[in-house]
């Protein structure tokens, strides 16, 4: 199995508690993906602009704490 569609049309019949175990994997599959280039930006510097401009947002009063957003909409 080594295309998109092979691998659907072998998932498409699998029992549904079956692919549902597939999908967890493929979640946790993709999660750890995420995290690991995640640390590699952040590793590399290519996350430096954004936390710049957010510092400079917090700065300047142009951002509202997370619980005041949450808690008065």
């Known amino acids: 199995m080594s295309t998109v569609a092979e691998i659907e049309s072998a998932i498409s019949t699998l029992p549904v508690k079956d692919a549902w175990s597939v999908a ?11 995290d690991k280039e995640m640390d590699e930006d952040i590793a590399a510097g290519r996350l430096d602009p954004l936390w710049e401009k957010a510092r400079a ?17």
Do not use: S, T
């Open 24 to 34: 967890g994997w493929l979640r946790d599959y993709l999660d750890a993906k995420w």
């Open 57 to 73: 947002d917090i700065a300047a009063g142009r951002v509202k704490p997370l619980d005041e957003i949450i808690n008065h909409g």
